[in-house]
């Protein structure tokens, strides 16, 4: 019996690596919800801490600022593996989708908390000023002034830590999480089922370049800048060029 | 009405430690607009932080209406705030709001119903002019527009004092002039107390009924426009009114700089000038306007042959000062006895 014959006929790939792909969306859409929902407000949290924040406080910013890091230094596999009790203990279990959200969600949330002090650090100063000037309390300040105001910056760092997520969802796969990782590793590189390994390379190549277009698209409709520059008539532009 | 009293701020501790305000005293009156001016690094950002009690001054008070307003704990301060309107540099919007919704800001923060937000925010864009640009983004407006826009935002609460914190900075001159129309008319229209804390001397000329002059967190010099302005040994009042550059008089002529004392100048004074001392007076350079309706200025001139102490006291007799060399060069009195 040659190897070939192991191969994972053309016309089942689909049936192969669609589910696969659905667990895949599913273990990311699971782990973002975590990482935005954590994420922001601990990205506030950091900023404001920050000598010049709302809430100065230098030994606090730095302690949480070191813990960020550390969930940014390890590389996904080493976090992965480390944290096994503490999976464990947190889900009854080390494998699947349910074992896999946990690392993931601690890389991302790290990840993400980064992406967002970065995003409100861009948001000129003066706007807190006007805020609280305005009679605005911290809560309303953050809300109105840093994180809607960094919102575009915001959700194109998210767009990048989703695909990040997609990519440790495959690093995930190798220890039995599922999805389209699991499949690449199992059916591409361990029986060299080539065919399946090009499908997987197509469908992710086409998982994240949806990402980043919806991501895209995203920033530009809340930025209003680069709406109305869309809008705006090609006449117009041909004008100004001409001053 | 806004009043300081001794505010004092100081950063740093110990030997590091740097005065930033020493002890500061004014009171802007309803219906009038302050000036303060000074350098960078003169405190002036510092004293627009204390006055809309963003920081709290090391000593002294700020006072409005007479309540101390710099000792309250931070929650109470945060309703404090809402009594001082501020006005920003013009980067002070918010970029991903309308114009409208920049101006409804304090309204939001305060929880006004979104009816009443909508029927306020209309009211005070067609106060400031803009009422056609509501839906408009901040990037759409022009410099001048979105400085309007954020005063009709920090007149949003029925504030009784303006924090103007150098608002005109970074706009064309006719901005400028229009920007300081509209405080004008609402320092009328609602007896506003403005302070208007600025770099630019021009600027203040336009706008402001009295000035004080800040250098390194003290008051060095104060007073209403037109008196600082005559007054040749005011330094302020020259710095406010710079002398340009004249022609040299002729070579049998001195050259003398007057400038207006008084309100009671004759507008012919030239002439009469050369008629009381029966000799040829030759213009060689003057700047001469109205502020506030009084009449200002300074001029340089060429005379022939007149007596040094005849020629001063018939300019005096006219309401003008008059010395041998530009004012500020000398003390006043020194220049007398070298006169005499």
Request: net charge positive.
């Given at each position: 019996m040659s190897i070939r014959s192991l191969n994972v006929p053309i016309d089942q790939i689909p049936a192969l690596v669609f589910p696969a792909l659905l667990d895949?969306?599913?273990?990311?859409?699971?782990?973002?919800?975590?990482?935005?929902?954590?994420?922001?407000?601990?990205g506030a949290l950091v900023h404001n801490l920050a000598p010049g924040g709302l809430f100065e406080n230098p030994p606090l910013h730095t302690t949480l600022s070191w813990i960020v890091s550390i969930g940014r230094s390890l590389p996904f596999l080493i976090l992965m593996a480390s944290i096994v009790p503490f999976t464990r203990f947190i889900t009854?279990?080390?494998?699947?989708?349910?074992?896999?959200?946990?690392?993931m969600a601690i890389a991302g949330i790290a990840f993400f908390t980064r992406i967002v002090e970065n995003s409100l650090r861009g948001v000129p100063p003066t706007l807190v000023r006007v805020a609280?000037?305005?009679g605005a309390s911290p809560l309303q300040i953050i809300r109105t002034a840093q994180l809607s105001e960094a919102l575009p910056s915001i959700i194109g760092g998210l767009t990048i830590n989703t695909i990040a997520m997609i990519e440790y969802s495959a690093i995930a796969g190798t220890i039995g999480a599922g999805g389209i990782g699991y499949v690449a590793v199992t059916y591409g590189y361990q029986r060299f089922d080539n065919t399946v390994m090009l499908a997987t390379i197509v469908i992710l190549v086409a998982t994240v370049a949806s990402v980043q277009l919806i991501g895209d698209r995203l920033v530009r409709l809340t930025t209003p800048h680069a709406r109305t520059q869309a809008r705006a008539p090609r006449v117009r532009r041909r004008e100004t060029s001409l001053v | 009405m806004i009043s300081l009293e001794q505010?004092?701020?100081v950063y740093g501790h110990g030997d590091a430690q740097t005065v930033v305000l020493d002890r500061l005293d004014?009171?802007?009156?309803?219906?009038?607009?302050f000036a303060v001016v000074g350098p960078?690094?003169?405190?002036?950002?510092?004293?627009a932080q204390c006055v809309n009690l963003l920081e709290r001054p090391t000593s002294g008070s700020v006072l409005v209406n007479g309540e101390n307003l710099s000792q309250l704990s931070e929650k109470a301060l945060r309703v404090a705030r809402r009594r001082i309107g501020t006005i920003f540099q013009s980067d002070g919007l918010?970029?991903?709001?309308?114009?409208?919704?920049?101006?409804?800001?304090?309204l939001e923060y305060l929880g006004v119903t979104a009816a009443e937000t909508r029927a306020r925010t209309a009211e005070l864009l067609d106060r400031v002019g803009l009422s056609n640009k509501a839906g408009h983004y901040p990037h759409q407006l022009s410099g001048g527009q979105r400085q309007r826009v954020g005063i009709a935002r920090a007149l949003a609460l029925r504030p009784s004092v303006l924090l103007s914190d150098e608002a005109t900075s970074g706009l064309d001159p006719d901005s400028t002039r229009s920007i300081v129309a509209l405080l004008k008319e609402l320092r009328d229209d609602l007896g506003l107390s403005i302070l208007f804390i600025t770099h630019e001397m021009d600027t203040v000329l336009?706008?402001?009924?009295?000035v004080a002059r800040l250098d390194h967190g003290r008051i060095v010099e104060s007073g209403r426009i037109v008196e600082l302005l005559r007054d040749p040994a005011s330094g302020l009042g020259r710095a406010l009114r710079p002398a340009r550059s004249h022609e040299s008089a002729a070579a049998d002529a001195t050259e003398w700089f007057v400038s207006y004392t008084s309100a009671a100048v004759p507008t012919d004074w030239l002439s009469r000038l050369a008629d009381q001392l029966g000799t040829t007076v030759s213009l060689l350079g003057a700047s001469i306007e109205t502020v506030d309706g009084a009449t200002v200025g300074h001029a340089s001139i060429g005379v022939t042959g007149a007596d040094r102490e005849h020629l001063i006291a018939v300019a005096h007799s006219l309401g003008l000062d008059a010395r041998p060399e530009p004012a500020g060069e000398s003390a006043p009195a020194e220049i007398l006895e070298q006169v005499a």
């Open positions: 895949t969306l599913i273990m990311v859409g699971i782990v973002m919800l975590i990482v935005v929902l954590v994420g922001i407000p601990l009854g279990t080390n494998i699947g989708i349910a074992a896999a959200v946990v690392p609280k000037a305005s | 505010l004092t701020k004014f009171s802007v009156d309803a219906g009038e607009i960078s690094g003169a405190g002036k950002s510092t004293l918010y970029s991903r709001r309308t114009a409208a919704a920049n101006v409804a800001l304090p336009q706008v402001a009924d009295s």
